[in-house]
C-alpha cells in the first residue's frame, strides 16, 4: 500500500469541486447501482452517485485516498482494484467505474481488471473508463507525464479492443466535452473578416463626378474614370488579401481544434 498519489494531489492541490464538474459527465452512465468505482481517490464520483441516490462504493490502493474517501462517509476498500473485482460475485453489479487509472496499469494488468469488470457485472450493467488523451498536446506533452505513477496512454479504440475482448458491448467512446480546456488563449488569432465589395459604389461616386448635364452622360475621358479604375484595382486587392487571410485564420482554428481536443477521453461498454 502507498500514501504516494494522495500525498501528490495534496502537493499539486487539486480542486475536488473542480474534479465533480468533469466527473459530472458520466453520472448519467450509472441510472442504477450498485456502483464499484475502481481507484476512487478521494471519492469526488461516489459523492456524484450519492447525490443521485444510486448506491456506490469504492477501493483504492493509497492510504490517504481511502481515509479521505471514509471521512466523506464512502464505503471504501484498501486494496488493489483487482483484488476489490474479485470480492464481488458474478452479475452482482450494475456499473464499474474509473477515472484516470487506467493510464497506471501495464496493458496485462488492464486487460485482467476489464475482463474482471464483465465477470461482475449483470446484464445491462455499464463499464465506463476515463483516462488522458494522448491526442492533447498539452495532456501528451506536459500534464501526463507530471503524476509519477503514470505508465502509458490508452486510446479510446484500445478501450474498446480490450472491452469487446472481455465479452462486453462497446457503446460508446468520446471526449469528455466537460474537461475541454481548448488552446491556450495566447495562441488564439484574431478574428478577420472581409469587406463587403465596394466597386459600385465606387463607380457610382466617379459617374456622379464626371457627369455631364448637357449631354446627359458621364465623361469617359474624366482622369476620374482612371482613378477610379485604380482604386477598383486596389480595392479587390485589398478584398482577395482579406480573403486569404481568413481562409488561414479557419485552417489555423481548425489545427487549434486538432492539437487541442478534449483533456480526457473514454469507453463505455455494456454487459449483455
Known amino acids: 500500500m502507498t500514501r ?3 500525498d ?3 502537493y499539486m492541490g487539486y480542486d475536488p469541486e473542480n474534479s465533480k464538474a468533469g466527473l459530472a459527465h458520466y453520472l448519467p452512465f450509472f441510472p442504477a447501482g450498485p456502483v464499484l468505482e475502481l481507484a476512487c481517490g478521494r471519492g469526488e464520483f461516489l459523492d456524484l452517485l450519492r447525490e443521485a441516490g444510486v448506491a456506490g462504493e469504492g477501493v483504492d490502493l493509497d492510504h490517504g485516498m481511502v481515509e479521505l474517501a471514509r471521512e466523506a462517509g464512502h464505503v471504501v476498500e484498501l486494496a488493489d482494484a483487482l483484488t476489490g473485482l474479485r470480492g464481488h460475485a458474478d452479475d452482482s453489479l450494475m456499473g464499474v467505474f474509473s477515472a484516470h487509472f487506467a493510464e497506471h496499469l501495464a496493458p496485462d494488468d488492464l486487460e485482467a481488471i476489464i475482463a474482471e469488470s464483465a465477470r461482475v457485472l449483470a ?7 476515463a483516462t488522458p488523451n494522448a491526442a492533447c498536446l498539452s495532456v501528451m506533452g506536459h500534464d501526463f507525464w507530471r503524476d509519477p505513477t503514470h505508465v502509458r496512454f490508452y486510446e479510446p479504440r484500445l478501450l474498446a479492443f480490450y472491452c469487446a475482448k ?7 467512446t468520446g471526449g469528455n466535452p466537460r474537461n475541454h480546456a481548448g488552446p491556450p488563449p495566447a495562441s488564439m488569432a484574431r478574428v478577420t473578416h472581409v469587406d463587403p465589395d465596394l466597386r459600385p459604389d465606387m463607380v457610382a461616386a466617379i459617374q456622379r ?4 448635364d448637357k449631354r446627359g452622360t458621364s465623361d469617359p475621358d474624366s482622369p476620374w474614370h482612371e482613378f477610379g479604375h485604380f482604386l477598383g484595382v486596389l480595392e479587390e486587392r485589398l478584398r482577395t488579401t482579406q480573403q486569404e487571410l481568413a481562409d488561414l485564420h479557419q485552417s489555423y482554428s481548425q489545427l487549434l481544434a486538432q492539437l487541442y481536443p478534449s483533456n ?4 463505455v461498454a455494456r454487459a449483455v
Open 264 to 267: 480526457e477521453v473514454y469507453v
Open 123 to 129: 446484464p445491462g450493467g455499464v463499464f465506463v473508463a
Open 166 to 172: 472481455a465479452g462486453l458491448e462497446v457503446v460508446e
Open 4 to 6: 504516494l498519489e494522495s
Open 8 to 10: 501528490y494531489y495534496a
Open 209 to 212: 463626378m464626371t457627369w455631364d
